[in-house]
């Protein structure tokens, strides 16, 4: 099952927007990850964001944590072309024996017209 | 070069074939994981190997499917009787040491059931 809730499904954009993707949980985590997807091919980690950190930048990425309302933003700045991509959010809760849970979100497809 | 290489990229294969895939991580990896991802959807986590020991299934791994990681290091999916709701991505990734790592994906094997 997925737990996260990505919004929206579908973002489309012109070149040099900002492109701006939320992504709300049900359960305690110890940390949030975005990765990116292109078309048929594999997922590429963007950016890790820690349970007790709000917000997080990576070169044009910004992402923040809420983990009172359990919901993450993650914000593409100043946005190109090869940035289209299916945005996936992850959160990750750590088990007994170091288990790690990674549970991916629905996605948000993001096209960007150049 | 992604860091764990998936084969076969595509497999198409007739309704009750068995099928397996296989996961060759380039470097030691002590976590491996398998997701199956559907068109439109997030990875959905199937299963987990901790060196050679399964330590986690997903409810969603039914008995026609088993994997394996023999001596710790690449790894095998193998779907018996395979149905056409098999049809999907599967994905392998590899995760790193400590609490807090991003996840390394491979390209994934696509799987059509006719």
């Given amino acids: 099952s997925q737990q996260g809730e990505e919004d929206p499904q579908a973002l489309s954009i012109q070149e040099g927007e900002n492109a701006t993707m ?10 949030l990850q975005w990765y990116r997807q292109n078309s048929g091919r594999g997922l590429v980690h963007l950016i890790l964001i820690r349970s007790n950190e709000r917000e997080k930048h990576s070169g044009r990425l910004r992402v923040t944590l809420d983990t009172s309302k359990k919901s993450s933003s993650l914000l593409i700045t100043a946005s190109r072309a090869a940035d289209t991509a299916s945005y996936f959010c992850a959160t990750v809760s750590i088990f007994s024996g170091g288990y790690q849970k990674v549970t991916f979100g629905t996605g948000t497809k993001l096209q960007v017209i150049p | 070069d992604t860091g764990v290489s998936q ?3 595509h497999k198409i294969t007739k309704r009750g074939q068995n099928v397996t895939f296989r996961c060759d ?20 986590f199937l ?40 049809s999907a ?14 996840y390394t994906f491979g390209s994934g094997t696509r799987l059509t059931v006719v």
Avoid: V
């Fill in chain 2, 25 to 44: 991580p380039i470097s030691e990896h002590n976590r491996l994981y398998w997701y199956r991802q559907t068109l439109g959807q997030g990875p959905e």
């Fill in chain 1, 22 to 31: 939320n992504c709300s949980y049900k359960t305690s985590i110890n940390n």
């Fill in chain 2, 7 to 9: 084969n076969p990229r």
């Fill in chain 2, 89 to 102: 991505m599967y994905l392998c990734a590899l995760g790193g040491q400590g609490r807090y790592y991003g």
């Fill in chain 2, 47 to 86: 299963t987990y190997f901790q060196n050679e020991a399964q330590l986690e299934k997903s409810r969603l791994l039914s008995d026609r499917f088993s994997a394996e990681r023999p001596k710790g290091s690449f790894s095998t999916l193998e779907i018996q009787r395979t149905e056409q709701g098999d």
